[in-house]
């Protein structure tokens, strides 16, 4: 079984910055990919970024300049840099791992709520 915990949320104010933190436990494998999705209220989830194992990165477009994925492979962990936030960044973060290749090892950490003040 695979666990992820995410860390890093909070309220901060427009323009300000947070770093998102997941941490992955049990049968993960580095050639999992790892992404970032959020939720606003009333809205359906989103893909904000994703990062393979040889650090191939893809954002939406609009955190694109803002937003920074990475990981680091040894500590199983995944990262979400977020500067220049904005109100309409506003949401709960899930951390999400899956195998490139088998659709049914897909796994969600629980989330962190992300507040951003205008």
């Known amino acids: 079984q695979v666990q992820l915990v995410e860390s890093g949320g909070g309220l901060v104010q427009s323009g300000e910055s947070l770093r998102l933190s997941c941490a992955a436990s049990g049968s993960i494998r580095s050639i999992y990919v790892m992404g970032w999705y959020r939720q606003a209220p009333g809205k359906q989830r989103e893909l904000v970024a994703t990062?393979?194992?040889?650090?191939?990165?893809n954002y939406i477009d609009s955190v694109k300049g803002r937003f920074t994925i990475s990981r680091d492979n040894a500590k199983n962990t995944v990262y979400l840099q977020m500067n220049s936030l904005k109100s309409e960044d506003t949401a709960v973060y899930y951390c999400?791992?899956?195998?490139?290749?088998?659709?049914?090892?897909?796994?969600w950490g629980q989330g962190t709520q992300v507040t951003v003040s205008s």
């Open positions: 999400n791992s899956r195998h490139p290749v088998v659709a049914k090892y897909e796994y």
């Open positions: 990062i393979t194992s040889g650090g191939i990165t």
